[in-house]
């Protein structure tokens, strides 16, 4: 039996050799390290793209929204409170019933997802769509984008802001 041992060991070892394929690159043929470093050049280019699209998307609903510096100076002079509403969603439109806690809970992360927003200084209550901000922020603009990442979110048919501009 040791003999038939050792004369499979040896056709085994034989079989395995070769296997590990080793590629070199023809001549012209970009290398594994120049095709990484192509991936991460055009992750990065569709990166940079993406965030200006949504800069401009941010841009065209601040808009829409009569949320620009000038909407907003002329509201807030009228007494601090800003109101802004969109349609009602598809889901609320059907009588689905409205997750508050699911609605506050998204947009706080959207809040402390931006860089200029704190989620620590901006209080959020809902009730069946209807949004209500409390709280400071450091400039007018920023009330304004806190009322977009509000109405930009599910289930919201409505931002009630009551924030203050504190530096």
């Avoid at 079989?15 to 991936?39: H, I, L, N, R």
Wanted: proline share 3%; net charge positive.
């Amino acid at each position: 039996m040791n003999h038939k041992l050792l004369l499979v060991l040896p056709i085994l070892a034989l079989s395995f050799t070769g296997c590990e394929k080793k590629t070199t690159p023809m001549v012209g043929e970009p290398t594994m390290a120049q095709k990484a470093e192509t991936a991460v050049k055009d992750a990065a280019e569709k990166t940079k793209d993406a965030a200006i699209d949504a800069k401009d998307a941010v841009a065209d609903k601040l808009a829409e929204w009569k949320l620009t510096p000038s909407d907003l100076k002329a509201d807030f002079e009228k007494g601090g409170r800003i109101v802004r509403s969109k349609a009602a969603s598809a889901t609320a439109s059907t009588g689905a019933v409205i997750d508050n806690a699911k609605v506050v809970t998204v947009i706080n992360a959207k809040l402390v997802g931006d860089s200029q927003l704190s989620a620590l200084k901006i209080n959020v209550d809902a009730d069946n769509g209807v949004v209500t901000l409390k709280g400071t922020v450091k400039s007018i603009d920023l009330i304004g984008r806190a009322i977009a990442l509000a109405l930009n979110t599910d289930g919201v048919t409505q931002v009630v802001s009551v924030l203050t501009v504190s530096p």
